[in-house]
């Protein structure tokens, strides 16, 4: 035995569907606004933590980099251990450390404090 579905009760439901797409119900509206401002607060507060974790690893990571350096500087300085570099060794391990703590400081500042976008208003 097969049912059918009315052909009047199809034209129905499609002019039902239509006037609740035209007309939303304004709790639901405002419930998922809602929602929607929650979820972008969580996001915010989400990476707001992530950033501060990523810039103390990152600020450590520089900190234990520059104390290994200056051990290299001393020992050299104070012929400690037998320690010996070379001149142009010594200047390389130099600048391409300032270089690397520079991209650090500049990525990190980029990370934490992204641009936004200008208003369109010009405000």
Not at 82 to 104: G, H, K, Q, R
Request: proline content about 5%.
């Amino acid at each position: 035995m097969e049912e059918s579905i009315p052909s009047g009760f199809t034209q129905q439901a499609a002019r039902v569907f239509s006037q609740q797409l035209a007309n939303p119900d304004p709790k639901t509206a405002a419930s998922l606004t809602q929602e929607m401002e929650q979820a972008r607060l969580e996001s915010y507060r989400q990476d707001t933590h992530e950033r501060r974790t990523f810039a103390r690893y990152i600020f450590w990571m520089v900190a234990l980099w520059l104390l290994g350096i200056f051990a290299v500087v001393v020992c050299r300085g104070v012929k400690a251990l037998n320690f010996e570099l070379s001149d142009t060794v010594m200047v390389a391990l130099i600048t391409t450390t300032t270089i690397n703590v520079a991209a650090f400081f500049l990525a990190v500042t980029k990370y934490l404090f992204p641009s936004k976008p200008e208003p369109a208003n010009g405000v």
